[in-house]
């Protein structure tokens, strides 16, 4: 049996501050669009409300389109899209979920576009036009949807940031929020989410009912300090990732969290570096918690090399075809992965090395 969907509550409050154990790491866009769809959405003027508590300037549409977003070349096109919040509605065909295996049964979304600046970005090439973060004014709607695919009698796993940030975004939105009072309430259906930033406060009095699994992204040191703009480092997701995880008598969340080791490469010195970040992982989650692991190497495919190329054209990151192996998924398309020894490899040091600091821990997959 499912309950009925309940509507987000529009909140009125300032975005709660940060704790002083975090730095600002907040993305404040340098303008704010909203669409004549989106304002007349009740979570639009909550949105716009949020907005305007953060003093931002407000361009309200005459149409449903956003245009005059590109600049003369695909470089300058990045940097004006990721400067940019727009406030849309999305489409009806939004509410048909896809299936998004391994990390969940489903996915949906409550934005697209992200406004971290990672060089290996996995967005790049599969959303259409400038890379504007687009926020969802009728998510309201998007989550009474989802009770169609709650099957009675059946766990089932839906994933909200295949195409965005979540928390991210948080502080303008309120949207991650109301994800997390929305599924508190259902009965077997739970929510997945993952960041790499780390501004966590608001969401750890809400009502999750143990029914919403957060997870971060962590990396080696020098993967992340090179290749991950704009993010709060690892350290700042792991103090994150354990105010999420203490338990509620201990001032904590008490949510389920996870780790997500992504993406991964072999580069000089990986063994140590990952050590390194796995003993730093173990620290801060130096107690009991429900925390699970999920390993990702690092793969491209040759429509998002060649826009990686256009939006970080001095990048570092290794995009070389000839020392990958291809791998086809069931529609033809091509992704260039590490070869089959260098895979096996990385996956053993992982399992060994988690298995040896994390025995509780559940490893999700390797990919």
């Known amino acids: 049996m499912t309950h009925a969907a309940t509507p987000p509550t529009v909140a009125t409050t300032q975005p709660a501050p ?43 549409l005459k ?18 899209a990721k400067r940019t919040l727009a406030v849309v509605t999305a489409p009806p065909s939004q509410l048909k979920l896809s299936p998004i295996p391994p990390s969940a049964d489903w996915q949906f979304h409550l934005a697209q576009g992200c406004p971290a600046h990672c060089q290996y970005c996995y967005l790049a090439g599969s959303l259409q036009g400038p890379p504007v973060i687009r926020v969802y004014a009728n998510l309201p709607s998007i989550l009474e949807n989802l009770q169609h695919y709650e099957p009675p009698n059946q766990d089932t796993t839906f994933e909200v940031s295949c195409y965005t940030d979540p928390l991210g975004i948080e502080h303008l939105t309120g949207s991650l929020a109301a994800c997390i009072r929305y599924f508190g309430t259902r009965d077997r259906a739970y929510l997945r989410w993952v960041s790499k930033f780390d501004s966590v406060d608001a969401l750890l009095n809400l009502p999750h009912a143990g029914r919403t699994r957060c997870r971060f992204s962590i990396n080696a040191a ?17 103090r994150a990732v354990r105010a999420l995880a203490q338990p ?56 998002s090399k060649g826009v990686l190329e256009q939006w970080y054209p001095n990048s570092r990151l290794d995009l070389e075809e000839s020392t990958r192996t291809t791998k086809r998924n069931k529609f033809g398309g091509i992704k260039y992965v590490y070869d089959k020894d260098t895979m096996t490899e990385l996956r053993s040091f992982f399992e060994t090395e988690i298995a040896q600091r994390f025995p509780a821990a559940n490893l999700l997959y390797w990919t």
């Open 248 to 303: 509620v008598a201990q001032g904590g969340g008490g949510y389920p969290v996870g780790l997500v080791v992504a993406p991964i490469m072999p580069i000089a010195n990986w063994r140590e570096e990952y050590r390194q970040l796995l003993e730093a992982a173990a620290q801060a989650l130096d107690f009991d918690c429900d925390l699970t692991f999920e390993l990702i190497s690092h793969r491209f495919t040759p429509g």
């Open 18 to 60: 940060l704790n002083t154990a975090y730095r600002d790491r907040r993305w404040l866009p340098e303008q704010v669009l909203f669409t004549p769809a989106a304002i007349e959405e009740a979570w639009g003027q909550q949105i716009l409300q949020r907005v305007q508590q953060f003093d931002l300037p407000v361009q309200f």
């Open 63 to 80: 149409h449903n389109r956003l245009t005059g977003l590109r600049g003369e070349t695909e470089r300058e096109t990045y940097a004006i």
């Open 222 to 238: 020098s993967i992340s300090r090179l290749l991950e703009g704009g993010t709060a480092t690892v350290n700042e997701r792991l």
